[in-house]
């Protein structure tokens, strides 16, 4: 079972992420880009995955991954204590890609596959 430690544990070793508390919940960004959020608008979190990806969760496990939206942006309320660590790290890591800059995706990616 996961939890706000292990999703900060992850998110912050991911280039250019930082954690801010607003609204009374833990935000995680990268620039003004928020990639997860947990306590706003509610006490759920809240991940900012590829739209494909989503779509996928929202069918395959829709007691873990649930649609939310936020005016014309698609989000993903996740239910993280039904998701092991790892899932949680690669959740973690695609909302960090889908909100990060280009280059800085390819480089941490490249340089995790060692090459």
């Not at 991954?65 to 993280?80: E, H, K, N, T």
């Not at 690669?90 to 909302?95: L, M, N, P």
């Amino acid at each position: 079972m996961a939890t706000l430690t292990d999703v900060r544990r992850v998110a912050l070793a991911l280039p250019g992420a930082v954690e801010l508390s607003d609204h009374g919940g833990n935000w995680f960004n990268v620039g003004t880009k928020t990639f997860v959020v947990f306590g706003f608008p509610s006490a759920r979190w809240i991940f900012k995955l590829p739209k494909l990806r989503q779509e996928l969760l929202f069918e395959a496990r829709p007691e873990v991954f649930q649609p939310y939206r936020a005016g014309a942006m698609l989000w993903s309320y996740v239910d993280i204590a039904q998701l092991t660590r790892a899932e949680v790290a690669d959740y973690v890591t695609d909302a960090w890609s889908t909100v990060a800059p280009k280059k800085a995706v390819k480089e941490f990616l490249a340089a995790r596959e060692g090459g």
